[in-house]
């Protein structure tokens, strides 16, 4: 039995990789970029074989898929760049993937999904995965949907992103949108896990499971965590959301790896939690905390590597 991972250089794709190989499973890794995957995927060797393709592309979603057993589909985009869309990769990108999964007699589906996602939002984000995620639902195949919150681990996007910006900022810092929005931050060592155990675990068919960490927190208590984890302090002021909303404009206009959008920025107004976490009612899991030794990969961060990213998007991690 092959997997094909798709999305599989990307932070959450190259931890189920990894999850998967570690149990002996036979893994095709889809990718776009071979240098990432390269940084990436490199570790496996001949373990593994990847694959560059796109998922906007029809013809290449059907050959990629030869031999192939099951999918693990990871591939969104949650900043547009490059003139791709939220809808042509979140959601005509899935309705490829899931196409040529029937088109190939492939029945396993794994979707990675997003807590919050629904087709009927005004957040073109969250609508283009809840799009997607109905389209998979209704799609025949045997499909579970994963649906977590803010994940973090040593290549997140999020969390680092509080960690390169402190390291450029001195003595004060904003509390992003006042500091109330509420999150559930779930580690990436969990979300591979669950999606590993979902391909052998067919109770998981036909579900939407919403996955979170074992805490509530404020976007207030996820900056000073950060602060923790890298050994400093800042003077905190309420940015609201209408002040932030020009300099992130600007912020992604000029820069080539901006860590925000101003369509991420309005999602601070949708709660990020989960109630029911299946991590721990389905998965019977203990999740890990957004804490302590969980979130010293933070303090990799250089003012450096920070500069390099914003300015270059480079993959520093
Ligand atoms: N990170 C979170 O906090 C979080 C929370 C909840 C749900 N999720 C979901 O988890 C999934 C994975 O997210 P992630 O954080 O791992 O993102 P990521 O690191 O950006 O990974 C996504 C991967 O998809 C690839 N990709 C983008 N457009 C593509 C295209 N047109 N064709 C083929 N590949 C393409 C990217 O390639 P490049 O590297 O070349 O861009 C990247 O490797 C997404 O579905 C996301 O909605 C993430």
Known sequence: MTVLVTGAAG????????????????????????????????????????????VTDRAA?????????????TVAISME??????????????????????DNGINRFIFISQNGARADLPYRFLASK??????????????????????FGKQDEFFNT??????????????????????QPVSVLDVAEATVRSLEDDSTIGKALDLGGPEVLTLGEIEKRVMKALGTGRILFPA???????????????????????????????????????????????????SGEHIAYLRDNTAGQALNKFFTNAVVN
């Open 61 to 73: 979603m059907k050959k990629v898929m030869r031999g192939v057993s099951a999918i693990v589909h």
């Open 240 to 290: 609201p959301v209408w002040f932030l909303r020009p300099i992130v404009g600007i912020m992604q206009a000029v820069l080539p790896g901006s860590p925000v959008n101003t369509a991420l920025l309005e999602l601070l107004a949708v709660p990020n939690t989960v109630p029911n976490n299946a991590l721990v009612t389905h998965f019977n899991m203990q999740p890990i905390p957004f």
């Open 130 to 151: 809840g799009k997607a995620q109905d389209y998979v639902a209704t799609s025949g195949l045997a499909w579970t949907a994963l649906r977590p919150s803010a994940i």
């Open 81 to 102: 760049k490059g003139g791709m869309t939220y809808e042509e990769v979140n959601y005509q990108g899935t309705i490829n993937t899931v196409d040529a999964a029937v």
């Open 162 to 183: 509080f960690a390169r910006l402190l390291r450029l900022t001195p003595i004060v810092f904003p509390l992003i949108g006042g500091g109330k929005a509420e999150f």
């Open 11 to 54: 932070f959450v794709g190259n931890n189920v990789v990894e999850r998967l190989v570690n149990k002996g499973q036979s893994v095709r890794a889809l990718v776009r970029s071979t240098e990432k995957a390269q940084k990436r995927l490199g570790k496996f060797g001949d373990k593994i074989e990847i694959v560059q393709g796109d």
